[in-house]
């Protein structure tokens, strides 16, 4: 190890082993505190001026980015360029500078905020601009504090990324060919974010201690996503030479456990895109479509139309199969401006999921709506269901609303314990149930899912959470309604057995993960997954609950035998 060599310990959150020189990913931009003003010593002129140099470069910035693009993209940078010289918007920052006294990067907040605020008054794609000023407005607040412009820097060659935090909106966007490796200095191993890594295909660590003091653009880093570890310029000879991870069972595209019981392997997408890919791999239909990227980043909800279109191209992808497509999971890591209240101090428990359709019930039924056009005449088998349900009223009302669109086989995940517990009573009219072991975990074990701090806690081996699992597929069972499971936990080649043992019906993975969950599921039949079910069920820890498991079934390569 080299003098400056640091390896820095995190949590793996995606396996794989790569190098790469690091791309810093800038804070994002705060609002600078209201009412503080150029102190009376100070050169008012010269700091309304300030503005307009801010002003100029930020501009002749987002020029250099529209030369490098074409089509919309080149478009929509010249138009955000544009934004940047707006002289409303200019003059009006300066006049707060020069008559209020208030420093250069609070008027040009303030001014950018009315600016933005007569946008949204005149809805429709007038809206939309209001978030190009918000862009414009931290990049100008940027510079003016002497900050690095925020969102993902230009760059012209494979980087690993490193943030202090990455919004779900944000990593949305990466683009897989440039992206080797994702590291962040929170966020916890069922992310969002780590979700994302995943289903990239690129290895992440996150909850990195240090991260941001040690590591420099352009540092090479080793990102180790089993171990998860992170090795800050590396000797020479210590980066692998493989970028790529060892190549996964391939999936022949039916899940059957080892006596040939038919197990439905599904896959979890967000996109069209990730729809094709997941139909690519052979994927027996989709098991949660969470339609949140047609929302994020947005400052108005999509319309009608708009959404039918994105919810066709899923559907069509899968003709002929099932797709349980998932209603809006707003809130919590997910925050979209024009439906979350952004003063929550504890945002998981607050108004997330189904719960913003009591204040927005408009938006509810418009997405209802428009999966209800979409399925027409898709071929495929659509299935509906409600994120974040605690109670059954909330499940009953979520069928009727279905019911009124004509969207029959409605459901509901179970995520919060409350809703497992009451399971019996929420299938007697939701056609069937998916456990959400992400947040299920989160709420059974009080331990936030987005930090690294408490993730040993946030383990699906966890012998509460298995028993609510088995509640609510006991509760699927005796009503015969079908109770699958889509949170990350079905991915444990192990725990896949384990939670077909109690009584799930079908798995739904990330597409890339299909191959060895199914070949993890075809070492042991159905009756070893039930011991190994009942085995872990009886267990007093995680960590014996995954060891008496594994016991209980014969070893396939897949199993994590490490903790
Ligand atoms: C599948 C789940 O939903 P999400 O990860 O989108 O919250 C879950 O909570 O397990
Ligand atoms: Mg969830």
Same mark, same amino acid.
């Given at each position: 190890m080299s003098a400056t060599t640091t390896v820095l310990p995190g949590l793996p959150a995606s396996p794989g082993r790569t190098s790469g020189p690091a791309l810093r990913l800038p804070d994002p931009?705060?609002?600078p505190p209201a009412g503080v003003r150029v102190p009376p010593s100070g050169d008012v002129a010269a700091a309304a001026a300030r503005i307009a140099d801010s002003s100029h470069r930020v501009r002749a910035a987002l020029e250099a980015d529209a030369a490098r693009v074409e089509g919309d993209a080149r478009e929509i940078l010249q138009a955000t360029a544009a934004i940047a010289a707006d002289p409303a918007l200019l003059d009006d920052a300066r006049r707060r500078v020069l008559e209020e006294h208030l420093v250069p990067e609070r008027a040009v907040w303030e001014a950018a905020a009315e600016v933005a605020a007569m946008f949204e008054a005149l809805g429709g794609v007038f809206a939309e601009r209001s978030h190009d000023v918000v862009d414009v407005r931290n990049r100008i607040v940027a510079d003016l504090t002497g900050r690095p412009a925020p969102g993902l820097p230009a760059c012209d060659h494979a980087y690993v990324l490193v943030a202090g935090d990455l919004a779900p909106a944000l990593a949305a966007t990466l683009d897989r060919a440039r992206v080797r490796a994702i590291v962040t200095a929170t966020g916890g191993p069922t992310s969002h974010t780590a979700i994302i890594a995943r289903s990239l295909g690129v290895p992440a660590v996150v909850s990195v201690d240090g991260l941001v003091a040690a590591v420099h653009d352009g540092d090479v880093l080793v990102v180790d996503g089993d171990a998860g570890t992170v090795t800050v310029r590396p000797e020479a000879g210590d980066e692998p030479a493989d970028l790529a991870? =060892? @190549?996964?069972?391939?999936? =022949? @595209?039916?899940?059957l456990t080892a006596d040939g019981v038919h197990v439905p392997l599904l896959a979890n997408v967000g996109t069209p895109a990730e729809a094709l890919a997941a139909a690519a791999a052979g994927a027996e239909g989709i098991g949660l479509y969470r339609t949140e990227s047609s929302f994020l980043g947005r400052t108005l909800a999509p319309s009608v139309e708009e959404q039918v279109a994105?919810?066709?191209a899923v559907l069509e992808a899968f003709a002929g199969r099932t797709v349980v497509v998932r209603t809006l999971d707003a809130g919590a890591q997910q925050r979209l401006p024009f439906l979350v209240d952004h003063g929550e101090d504890n945002p998981a428990l607050g108004v997330r999921g189904l719960r913003t359709s009591a204040a927005h019930p408009d938006l509810l039924e418009d997405q209802l709506r428009a999966v209800a056009r979409a399925a027409d005449g898709s071929g495929a088998d659509v299935w509906v269901m409600a994120p974040m349900v605690a109670t059954v009223e909330e499940s009953d009302r979520f069928v009727a609303l279905c019911a009124a669109q004509g969207l029959t086989t409605a459901g509901v995940m179970v995520e919060v314990p409350s809703a497992a517990l009451v399971a019996g009573p929420i299938l007697e009219r939701a056609a069937f149930a998916s456990v959400g072991t992400n947040d299920l975990t989160q709420y059974t074990m009080a331990a936030d899912r987005s930090l690294g701090t408490v993730a040993t806690l946030h383990d699906p081996?966890?012998?509460?959470?298995l028993q609510l699992v088995a509640l609510t597929c006991a509760a699927g069972t005796a009503r015969g309604r079908p109770v699958g499971v889509s949170g990350e936990a079905a991915v444990d080649p192990a725990l896949a057995c384990v939670l077909v043992g109690l009584g799930a019906a079908h798995l739904s993975v990330r597409p890339n993960a299909l191959g060895?969950?199914?070949a993890g599921l075809a070492r042991a039949?159905?009756?070893?997954?039930?011991a190994a079910a009942a085995?872990?069920?009886a267990a007093p820890t995680a960590e014996r609950a995954r060891l008496a498991a594994?016991?209980?079934l014969p070893p396939a390569e897949t199993d994590v035998v490490a903790a």
């Open positions: 931009v705060l609002e991870p =060892a @190549g996964a069972p391939v999936f =022949a @595209g039916r899940g994105t919810y066709r081996w966890q012998p509460a959470v060895p969950v199914a039949t159905l009756e070893q997954c039930r085995a872990a069920l594994l016991a209980a």
